[in-house]
């Protein structure tokens, strides 16, 4: 079985900070800059070793900055300029750095397949997926994390989870399909008034042409997606990839054979959950019962 399972230095879907201890969350500019290092590195012919001599750093350490593990420090970059010529460009690019905040590590490659997706295909019994939530819900999420989440953390969350909300408007194109458990919505996440920007929001993100939402009965006792929730994804090339998320890891899958399974489950699902018509139906009547 193909797969990739980065258990390394997130906090869940979307999350915010890393734990104690960890480094820095991993970014495409931290990843261009550590490229940038170790190029200017071999061509002023110095292995690892002897660079880290120089710039008085452990190998260990420049070994992190050239993979983009590892934020660079302002004595590193000044060090490591020297070190390669002074030509210019170690100090030019550092100030460009980001960490990325709000997206978990393991979630990552996950959310760049996203946005070159043309189906997207999501089953939830735990929350709200995030591309859904208005913001009140999602801050209730952040607000109730453990470990908590500092004011900072909970603003990062945010901002990414609302930078990828625009998928759904901006890729057109994409069929994006969710099917909810109706436990979510039962729930009252927030409470009343949260509840009802919640199931406006669905019902308004159901209207898109692109956009199907269906609704899992709490009627129907049992159905294809007990193992828990899933995402499918097709890429235009074509490919299908599938993620699946824990408390603490997610795991990326590749392997045809096992998105196979994945597939046939969902479109069970799809045929045991309420139409299109009657999901949004049930959604405006708890809406009107709040």
């Given at each position: 079985?193909?797969?990739?399972?980065?258990?390394d230095?997130?906090?869940?879907?979307?999350?915010?900070g890393?734990?104690?201890?960890a480094?820095?969350?991993?970014?495409?500019s931290?990843?261009?800059?550590g490229a940038v290092?170790?190029?200017l590195?071999?061509?002023?012919?110095?292995?690892?070793?002897?660079?880290a001599?120089?710039?008085?750093?452990?190998?260990?350490?420049v070994?992190?900055?050239?993979q983009?593990?590892?934020?660079?420090?302002?004595?590193?970059?000044?060090?490591?300029?020297?070190a390669?010529?002074n030509v210019?460009?170690?100090?030019k690019?550092a100030?460009h750095?980001?960490r990325?905040?709000?997206?978990?590590?393991?979630?990552?490659?996950?959310?760049?397949?996203e946005?070159?997706?043309?189906?997207l295909?999501?089953?939830e019994?735990?929350?709200v997926p995030?591309?859904?939530?208005?913001?009140?819900y999602?801050?209730?999420?952040?607000?109730?994390q453990?470990?908590?989440?500092?004011?900072?953390?909970?603003?990062?969350?945010?901002t990414a989870?609302?930078?990828?909300q625009?998928l759904?408007w901006?890729?057109?194109?994409?069929?994006?399909?969710?099917?909810?458990?109706?436990?979510?919505?039962r729930r009252g996440?927030?409470?009343?008034?949260?509840?009802?920007t919640?199931?406006?929001?669905?019902l308004e993100?159901?209207e898109?042409?692109?956009?199907?939402v269906?609704?899992?009965?709490?009627?129907r006792?049992?159905?294809?997606g007990?193992?828990?929730?899933?995402q499918?994804?097709e890429?235009?090339y074509?490919?299908?990839?599938?993620?699946?998320?824990g408390?603490?890891?997610?795991v990326?899958?590749?392997?045809?054979r096992?998105i196979s399974v994945l597939?046939?489950r969902?479109?069970?699902m799809?045929?045991?959950?309420l139409?299109l018509?009657?999901?949004?139906?049930?959604?405006?009547?708890?809406r009107?019962?709040l």
């Amino acid at each position: 079985m193909a797969y990739e399972n980065t258990d390394d230095d997130g906090t869940g879907e979307e999350a915010g900070g890393s734990p104690v201890g960890a480094e820095p969350e991993a970014s495409d500019s931290l990843r261009t800059f550590g490229a940038v290092v170790q190029a200017l590195r071999e061509h002023a012919g110095l292995s690892r070793e002897e660079f880290a001599e120089r710039v008085r750093f452990s190998k260990h350490t420049v070994a992190s900055i050239e993979q983009g593990r590892r934020m660079p420090d302002e004595d590193f970059v000044e060090r490591a300029e020297e070190a390669t010529g002074n030509v210019g460009a170690i100090r030019k690019a550092a100030p460009h750095l980001s960490r990325q905040p709000g997206l978990a590590s393991w979630f990552r490659r996950w959310a760049r397949l996203e946005l070159e997706a043309v189906t997207l295909y999501t089953y939830e019994c735990r929350m709200v997926p995030g591309l859904l939530q208005p913001e009140s819900y999602a801050r209730t999420l952040f607000t109730d994390q453990l470990p908590p989440l500092s004011d900072a953390q909970v603003e990062a969350q945010w901002t990414a989870r609302a930078k990828r909300q625009r998928l759904l408007w901006e890729r057109p194109n994409t069929t994006f399909g969710f099917l909810l458990e109706e436990q979510l919505f039962r729930r009252g996440t927030g409470g009343a008034e949260v509840t009802r920007t919640l199931i406006d929001r669905v019902l308004e993100i159901a209207e898109l042409r692109n956009v199907e939402v269906q609704v899992m009965p709490l009627a129907r006792s049992s159905h294809a997606g007990l193992d828990g929730p899933m995402q499918l994804l097709e890429t235009r090339y074509p490919r299908w990839f599938a993620y699946c998320e824990g408390q603490r890891s997610g795991v990326l899958l590749s392997d045809p054979r096992e998105i196979s399974v994945l597939q046939r489950r969902y479109a069970r699902m799809r045929a045991q959950a309420l139409s299109l018509e009657d999901s949004v139906g049930l959604l405006r009547e708890m809406r009107g019962a709040l």
